[in-house]
């Protein structure tokens, strides 16, 4: 009987000793990095990392504008569009939701979101098969589902060079404008999509709760976006959608170089943090390591390169394939083919299935959620901060918008244990809700509901389990997950571990 248990003890020993051992290795292979060569953590996210060029004028308009493909244009269902059906759910986020559903009793106090960015043009192409040319314009004939998305282009011509005095987002167009996509920009589509979402939001958070009282003041709305046009751009259109007036003057939206928002202000926090990186380097190797030797997966390599007539080993990573492919189904183009035959539906079902499978695996590392804790501590802190500030009044802001990447909507919601490793559409959400509840003697209780992609999974967060109350969480579970969670990922001292050399996680 006592057998059992203890050999699990040496088993658990065992692991953990080789987890350690591997990240000791890791570490102690870094370059050795001075303090000057310190930079903000803009981790290796090759997904969304390449750098943009200026989008105004026609520089890259190599192709008669007859022969591009309208990017823009919006989609039929998936079936005609030769989308798989995995591939159909990243291209589109759901356009409506359980956001603001709250039981009666309760009051709105405020929203934080956090979104990726709309449609976009890959960043990835196939090997020897060049991106389909996408069109980035924003056609008129996009925004004509009701009079405020018609109102949306005039009302962007009117800004024009009157963003806020402070912006630091004056180089960027306010929505999407070059005739040929460069790699990674949002198309007119990922504006209308922020629009919708926008329109829904403020459904729910105007229109039912009256999240900003009687007047709307630029004030009450905290805005940050990554340094890209595609996270400013879409930042600009879903607060069209969602204010209930839109002042671009007036309206500061802040610019962040932290894909993560790390913000050094909160609890003298580094935000520097070599580590990251190679937490996240050895993460992605390892679930990497685990699908090598999955006889299907190579199968599937094999087909795809058949398919095209290259080499197995010139083919990408599974999110480079998914997001190379992404340029075909998510624009209603014909899938790319070989000499002799075609990438089929089915193949990209495939490509999705193990893209799925081995992020899911990655969640479940020691590795990748040491990773994610560290990365998203500052943002977590930010989030529950703002929230005292507002019980406290000392603040007005209702209404926070975090604009960034997919990475920024995975890693928060891995975090918060809401989505376990599936990768966030275009245009993905991540929403927590603040309400309070009359506890008698001017009293009131406070509690939080965590959305993702409008879907309500505030019982499915690792923090709140003991703490729901009419499916709603206390706040007070969000404040003591802030404090422990990065020890109990094994991070004892942030700031030695990310200041003062790498060997001390
Ligand atoms: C926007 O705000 C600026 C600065 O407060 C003001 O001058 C301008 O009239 C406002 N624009 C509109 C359309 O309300
Ligand atoms: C994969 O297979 C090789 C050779 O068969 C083996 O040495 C290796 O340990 C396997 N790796 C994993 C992660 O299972």
């Not at 057998?3 to 040496?10: E, G, H, I, T, W």
């Not at 800004?159 to 999407?176: A, D, I, N």
């Not at 010139?314 to 000499?339: I, N, T």
Request: net charge positive; proline share 5%.
């Amino acid at each position: 009987m006592s057998r059992l248990p203890a050999s699990l003890q040496v088993l658990g020993v065992i692991s953990l000793l080789v987890c350690l051992g591997l990240l000791y290795t890791y570490l102690n292979t870094l370059p050795q990095t001075g303090r000057k060569l310190r930079v903000r953590p803009k981790y290796t996210y090759a997904s969304e990392q390449q750098p943009e060029h200026a989008e105004v004028g026609g520089a890259l308009l190599t192709t008669p504008k007859s022969s591009l493909h309208p990017a823009s244009s919006p989609r039929s269902s998936p079936s005609q569009t030769g989308a798989s059906p995995r591939m159909a759910k990243y291209c589109d986020p759901p356009f409506t939701g359980q956001e603001g559903e709250a039981p009666p009793g309760y009051q709105l106090e405020a929203v934080t979101t956090v979104i990726r960015h709309g449609d976009r043009s890959p960043v990835y192409s196939l090997y020897n098969y060049p991106t389909p040319k996408l069109s980035c314009l924003s056609e008129k004939q996009l925004f004509q589902e009701n009079s405020k998305f018609q109102s949306f282009l005039p009302t962007m011509w009117s800004y024009r060079g009157r963003e806020h005095g402070t912006s630091k987002f004056k180089q960027w167009m306010l929505y999407p404008s070059s005739s040929v996509c460069d790699s990674g920009q949002m198309t007119g589509y990922g504006s209308l999509q922020h629009l919708k979402i926008g329109k829904h939001l403020a459904n729910t958070y105007l229109h039912k709760w009256q999240l900003f009282g009687e007047e709307f003041s630029a004030d009450q709305v905290y805005v940050s976006s990554t340094e890209f046009s595609r996270t400013y751009q879409s930042a600009v259109a879903f607060l069209f959608g969602f204010l209930p007036t839109f002042n671009l003057t007036e309206l500061y939206i802040e610019q962040t170089r932290s894909m993560v928002f790390c913000s050094d202000q909160y609890s003298g926090l580094t935000c520097h943090c070599p580590v990251l990186q190679d937490l996240k380097v050895s993460a992605d190797r390892n679930s990497g390591l685990l699908l090598r030797n999955d006889s299907r997966y190579t199968a599937m390599r094999s087909q795809l390169a058949n398919t095209l007539d290259v080499k197995v080993g010139k083919l990408r990573h599974l999110f480079a394939l998914v997001d190379a492919l992404s340029a075909y189904s998510c624009h209603k183009l014909a899938l790319p083919c070989g000499p002799t035959k075609c990438i089929t539906p089915d193949m990209i079902e495939d490509i999705w299935g193990f893209l799925d499978k081995s992020e899911k695996e990655k969640y479940k590392t020691d590795l990748f959620q040491q990773f994610i804790h560290l990365s998203l501590h500052s943002l977590l802190l930010r989030i529950s901060d703002h929230f005292n500030n507002l019980l406290r009044g000392r603040t007005k802001v209702r209404f926070s918008l975090f604009s960034g990447h997919d990475h920024t909507v995975n890693f928060l919601s891995g975090v918060l244990g809401i989505n376990k490793g599936v990768w966030p559409s275009f245009a993905s959400r991540v929403i927590i809700e603040l309400y309070s509840k009359n506890a008698g003697n001017r009293r009131k209780h406070f509690f939080l509901r965590f959305l993702f992609n409008g879907k309500d999974l505030t019982s499915k967060t690792s923090f709140c389990e003991n703490d729901l109350v009419n499916g709603m969480c206390k706040l007070e579970a969000l404040e003591r997950f802030i404090k422990t969670h990065l020890l109990q990922n094994g991070i004892h001292d942030i700031s030695l571990l990310c200041n003062q050399g790498n060997r001390s996680l």
